[in-house]
């Protein structure tokens, strides 16, 4: 789905040794009720229990550091252009249908879990998936460093524009990240599509976000994206076959 996108930690791990949870409240409410045992990466289950513990208790209250409107004076920026073979309906279409559990599946960015605000419900691996919709919050995680650091990053789809032809998704509280990733999608006119990928950031570090965060950022995106083409690749070898029989 959409681009759950990088929220680097300050490289490091949260310590799961501080995350224990009342086990009443984390049984009764909508974020205790979320099978731990069905998220592969320790780093997100830690992440969901550190959030409980901090009376984040239902998906409502994963709440976006920002909101479509707020001011981004303070924030840093990031942008990187794509340019793809394929007409901006045919795309458009693909990366608000695409299983974020196959958009987020790489060798530095995995899918965990998402939450829907909207249907009080939870997808896990592997799970249907019937397309994106505002208020639904993906967990990943990014391997840094070849899997020396493993950062958990929640973020939240805040916005769907198909007449503007955009996506909007915003870090969700509790990271070290605040800010928003819009992803545009521009006709070329010839049949291409020219997406263009822009991030408004910032952190407790200054240093991170100048030297550590651009970099990985870049990383993270590009898989994603190459993810999302190598579906709709995958999507139409499968349709020319079936026509072909």
């Known amino acids: 789905m959409i681009p759950a996108l990088a929220g680097y930690m300050w490289l490091t791990n949260p310590s799961s040794n501080d995350n224990a949870v009342?086990?009443?409240?984390?049984s009764t409410s909508p974020m205790g009720k979320i099978v731990l045992d069905r998220i592969p990466q320790q780093e997100i289950r830690d992440f969901i229990l550190e959030?409980?513990?901090?009376?984040?208790?239902?998906?409502?209250?994963?709440?976006?550091?920002?909101?479509?409107?707020?001011?981004?004076?303070?924030?840093?920026?990031?942008e990187k252009d794509y340019q793809f073979d394929y007409p901006l309906d045919v795309l458009w279409g693909h990366y608000l249908s695409a299983n974020?559990?196959?958009?987020?599946n790489g060798n530095m960015v995995s899918f965990g879990?998402?939450?829907?605000k909207k249907e009080d419900d939870v997808m896990y691996i592997g799970g249907a998936y019937d397309g994106a919709e505002v208020g639904q919050v993906l967990f990943i995680n990014i391997e840094v460093l070849g899997g020396l650091f493993k950062v958990p990053v929640a973020q939240e789809i805040i916005a769907i524009e198909p007449d503007e032809n955009y996506i909007e998704i915003s870090y969700v509280k509790g990271g070290k990240s605040a800010g928003k990733q819009r992803i545009t999608f521009h006709d070329n006119g010839d049949g291409t599509t020219h997406v263009n990928h822009a991030t408004y950031y910032r952190s407790a570090?200054?240093?991170?976000?100048?030297?550590?965060?651009?970099?990985?950022?870049?990383?993270?995106?590009?898989?994603?994206?190459?993810?999302?083409?190598?579906s709709l690749e995958q999507k139409v070898i499968s349709a020319r076959k079936a026509s072909d029989q």
């Open 205 to 230: 570090s200054r240093l991170r976000d100048k030297m550590i965060y651009p970099f990985f950022h870049t990383l993270a995106i590009d898989e994603y994206h190459e993810n999302m083409i190598g």
């Open 22 to 26: 009342p086990m009443e409240r984390a």
């Open 113 to 116: 879990l998402m939450v829907s």
């Open 100 to 104: 974020p559990s196959e958009a987020w």
């Open 51 to 78: 959030q409980i513990k901090n009376d984040v208790t239902s998906f409502q209250a994963l709440v976006p550091t920002y909101y479509p409107g707020d001011s981004l004076e303070g924030f840093s920026f990031h």
